[in-house]
């Protein structure tokens, strides 16, 4: 399936109202009153709404498996990882050349910033491909299958997640064999075995999984996990190993959320850097 400009534009415009929605949720200094953030009018409020109706109602543990099934052979595409980042790009390439912040700068917003603190290069790297799941959109998938905060199927629905209520359309919400505390799961059983609402997180998780350090693996997996990584709704279902790695998790969380700066990125400038710790880590080509 091709996406034509305007399905692509509108897909690049529902990532950016999610983020802009995450962000308002968990804004960077809490104390700062209300009214100082980003105030969006209500129509932006309404697709966001409408978009987690449609997310909740649709992400049942049925769905999930079969979309693993679909995806998880990785036989879509081959691509470098530089070749991947400009593919993604496409988003707004075909749309919108003025758009303020492409997908592009928002991977490199990330990752430079982790990168100006000093932290380990696979770290940077990390913070510079978290996002390639995205991809997903491209193979017209629908956007509340692609974005969106992530969570356990199978399970309850915590109702730490947003827009809980929405849950109640699920038809798992209902099936007393996934209604449950831990329905299919075993208590502390590790998040190794559990699955995870569809989309761009676990996706690209799968992509990286042989190339990446376990820390930076965890920060891909879980990144839009906001139900544990910010309100801990899940330790029920997490061990030791899963805590001691939220830790990187944490760590990942503002770079993700809180570097959109007005200043760009020079991508030209930077490629160089990002193709050496390409070539570090990840094989010449990776399969989608
Ligand atoms: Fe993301
Ligand atoms: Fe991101």
């Known amino acids: 399936m091709k996406l034509s400009a305007d399905q692509k534009k509108q897909a690049h415009d529902m990532m ?13 200094n809490p104390n700062k009153p209300k009214e100082e953030f980003r105030n969006y009018d209500n129509p932006a409020r309404d697709t966001v709404k409408e978009f987690y109706r449609m997310n909740h109602t649709h992400q049942t543990y049925d769905f999930v498996l079969e979309k693993e099934k679909e995806f998880l052979s990785l036989n879509r ?45 696979w770290f940077v790297l990390t913070g510079f491909l978290h996002d390639l799941g995205k991809v997903l959109c491209l193979f017209g998938e629908p956007q509340w299958a692609v974005v969106g905060d992530t969570f356990p199927v199978g399970c309850q629905f915590s109702d730490k997640i947003v827009y809980p209520d929405f849950f109640k359309a699920n038809p798992d919400y209902t099936n007393e064999r996934y209604n449950t505390k831990l329905g299919v799961y075993q208590e502390n059983c590790g998040l190794r075995n559990v699955h995870m ?88 080509t990776l399969r989608f």
């Open 77 to 121: 595409r081959e691509m470098s990882l530089w070749d991947a980042v400009e593919y993604l790009n496409t988003l707004v390439d075909d749309s919108d050349p003025d758009i303020d912040l492409d997908q592009t700068q928002h991977l490199l917003q990330t990752s430079e910033a982790i990168r100006a603190d000093g932290q380990p290069d």
């Open 197 to 284: 609402s569809w989309g761009h997180d676990e996706y690209l998780y799968h992509i990286m999984k042989d190339h990446l350090p376990e820390e930076g693996l965890y920060m891909i997996r879980y990144h839009s996990f906001y139900a544990q990584h910010r309100e801990h709704a899940y330790d029920h279902l997490m061990d030791k190993h899963d805590h001691a790695m939220f830790k990187w998790v944490d760590k990942f969380n503002p770079y993700d959320l809180y570097t959109k700066a007005p200043v760009k990125p020079n991508v030209k400038e930077l490629r160089p850097y990002y193709e050496d710790l390409a070539a570090k880590y990840l094989p010449d």
């Open 16 to 28: 950016e109202l999610w983020e802009d929605d995450v962000l308002e949720r968990y804004p960077e």
